[in-house]
């Protein structure tokens, strides 16, 4: 399985960007990349994902390497309500939407 | 749009006891995936589910559980003869189809208590 390496936490100040680095180096070009959240004891969240350009949506930006072997999430202000763990997937194992979580990125946003 | 429904939200069983986990997945939505998240550990695939199908229960553990998707109802995850073990958050998610391109949508879960 194609594996994702993501530091264990970051610390933010409401109202900054942050930007969550994921590293990829194994990725096929098959391979989606996917990021999800999890505030405290609630289910996941879909967050944003792509293939190969950068993405945006109401909740992020995804910004993808030229060789897709990194990218990083990009919260454009952070808000007391973005602290959650962030995970970064890659969607495509046996050819359909399996998640393998790994231990993602514990944000804290401090007020 | 009525999002993942899970229930119940909480689930106290004894020992040897059985579990039945309900899904609903979202309107629409004939793809669904189970996860277990043990506590303080990160989320696990368990099965993924077709209506009526199972495509891979590669995370299953091979005694005690079993998935279905009926093609009427929510989907099921059992556990028979539950242990301490079993204890954990058990996650269901649904997709409209199956390729990688589709994010998936999570409920708020089940949390399975064993006494």
């Known amino acids: 399985d194609a594996k994702t390496t993501q530091p264990n936490s970051m610390e933010s100040n409401e109202e900054e960007p942050v930007h969550l680095p994921c590293n990829h180096s194994?990725?096929?070009?098959?391979?989606?990349i996917h990021w999800y959240r999890q505030l405290p004891s609630q289910g996941p969240e879909y967050v944003i994902h792509?293939?190969?350009s950068n993405v945006n949506n109401r909740m992020a930006s995804l910004a993808i390497a030229e060789d897709r072997k990194s990218s990083t999430l990009i919260l454009h202000r952070a808000t007391l309500r973005d602290a959650a763990v962030y995970y970064c997937?890659?969607?495509?194992?046996?050819?359909?939407?399996?998640?393998?979580f790994g231990a993602g990125t514990r944000l804290a946003v401090h007020p | 749009n009525a999002g993942v429904m899970q229930n119940p939200r909480h689930l106290v069983r004894r020992r040897g006891q059985e579990a039945r986990l309900r899904c609903s997945p979202m309107?629409?939505?004939?793809?669904v995936y189970w996860y277990r998240q043990l506590p303080e550990e990160g989320l696990k695939f368990m099965v993924y589910?077709?209506?009526?199908?199972?495509?891979?229960e590669s995370g299953m553990p091979k005694e005690r559980f079993s998935a279905e998707f009926p093609k009427e109802g929510p989907s099921i995850l059992r556990i028979q003869q539950v242990v301490r073990g079993d204890s954990a958050a058990y996650f269901c998610?649904?997709?409209?189809?199956?390729?990688?391109?589709?994010?998936?949508?999570f409920g708020d879960g089940t949390r399975l208590s064993i006494l």
């Open positions: 997937i890659l969607s495509g194992v046996g050819g359909y939407n399996k998640l393998i």
């Open positions: 589910l077709q209506k009526e199908n199972i495509i891979d």
């Open positions: 792509g293939l190969t």
């Open positions: 194994t990725i096929s070009g098959t391979d989606y």
């Open positions: 998610a649904s997709s409209p189809a199956g390729d990688s391109n589709q994010p998936q949508h």
């Open positions: 309107k629409g939505h004939s793809h």
